[in-house]
């Protein structure tokens, strides 16, 4: 789900700074840098400049032990938490205006900066597994995106039936302009190791209830054949596609959009201006293991309207940022663009060429000119 808007609706931008970061301010002591994307973390853009990939070494898996501290920290409404994070094998505490710490083990279940008796900054994980982050007199504790399904939900106001019969009855936007004939392509057919995982055909998604009939994912055919080359520089690497979605109908746009709250908007699309997944020309995906078959870690997860889902977030561990920064330049060395506040979502370069489709995915048949193999 996405919000194709103008740049003056960044993601940072988009919600309010409130007191934690001052008082952060005040009482933090340590090394500055410059900006969160000097905090170590990768850049694969030189790495990659060449036909194949060629990415630096895998980083190795963050010890077990840490899992529960590592993640964003302070209040729901703070818009840039503060971060607990891996690098390069140590825990890090990163503050908003681009300050970070390292920190060293004091005992099992607390971490701390230097080894001073009054350390500024303590990292502790409670018996009950609570982890809090104290910064001089001010303890914050780790914030929980996800509902106990592990998935991120929202409440909306009106229930999705009655949303869902809405608009099946609106009225799509007029377009002006010649269009290409739409031509959409079932992912399925293309090749075996491009797997789906068609979250809205099931219960697993923000709205907790199916929006598609059929667990189905088509792409325009330049789209659908650019995922296919993709697919094939990843294989040797030991990676395969996981699609979470791909065209979806007008009408499913518009009931995203009505069933989102107002600060979750920056995640979904206007149907006023459509989706580019409307177009058959935005594909939601991940990377899997080939070997196993599991996807691979994320700094998030997927749908998850949080800062952990813009591309440039600068937490979670080593490997997850790795393996985020091979889908993207995987995907870029075929024509497609990231989306500027969701990891997974990724245009094709022709989107524009493309009118706005309403077809439910009974309706793509081969006697209509689409999905054809």
Not at 96 to 103: C, R, S, V, W
Not at 296 to 307: H, K
Not at 348 to 358: G, H, S, T, V
Request: include cysteine; charged fraction near 20%.
């Amino acid at each position: 789900m996405k919000r194709e808007l103008d740049p003056s609706l960044a993601p940072a931008a988009s919600l309010p700074i409130l007191s934690l970061t001052r008082r952060v301010a005040r009482v933090r002591r340590g090394v500055r840098v410059a900006a969160w994307a000097l905090m170590g973390v990768w850049s694969f853009t030189g790495a990659f400049a060449q036909p194949a990939l060629n990415p630096p070494p895998r980083p190795s898996e963050m010890p077990v032990e840490w899992e529960p501290l590592v993640g964003d920290y302070g209040p729901m409404a703070e818009a840039k938490p503060l971060l607990v994070l891996e690098r390069e094998g140590q825990l890090w505490v990163a503050h908003p205006e681009g300050e970070t710490q390292a920190l060293a083990r004091v005992s099992p279940t607390v971490y701390a900066t230097g080894h001073a008796v009054t350390p500024e900054v303590t990292l502790s994980l409670a018996p009950t597994g609570v982890a809090t982050l104290r910064i001089a007199a001010l303890a914050v504790l780790r914030r929980d995106y996800l509902a106990a399904s592990g998935s991120f939900t929202v409440h909306p106001a009106r229930p999705v039936a009655q949303l869902r019969a809405e608009a099946l009855s609106a009225t799509m936007p007029v377009e002006a302009g010649v269009f290409r004939q739409p031509e959409l392509v079932e992912l399925a057919t293309l090749d075996p190791l491009l797997h789906l995982d068609i979250r809205y055909a099931s219960t697993n998604n923000f709205l907790g209830t199916p929006v598609y009939s059929q667990a189905r994912a088509f792409l325009q055919r330049p789209a659908a054949e650019a995922l296919v080359r993709v697919l094939g520089k990843l294989q040797p690497l030991g990676y395969g596609l996981l699609i979470h979605d791909a065209y979806r109908p007008w009408y499913v746009t518009k009931i995203f959009w009505e069933a989102t709250p107002p600060e979750g908007k920056i995640f979904v699309a206007d149907p006023a201006q459509g989706s580019r997944h409307n177009r058959g020309c935005a594909v939601d995906l991940t990377l899997y293991e080939l070997a196993t078959g599991k996807p691979v870690p994320m700094p998030g997860t997927y749908d998850e309207m949080s800062p952990r889902s813009f591309p440039t977030y600068p937490g979670g561990t080593s490997l997850q940022r790795w393996h985020r920064e091979l889908l993207r330049v995987a995907m870029t060395s075929e024509g497609y663009t990231v989306y500027e506040t969701e990891w997974w979502h990724f245009d094709y370069q022709d989107w524009k060429a493309y009118p706005i489709l309403n077809l439910p995915f009974e309706a793509l048949n081969v006697a209509q000119g689409f999905g054809k193999p």
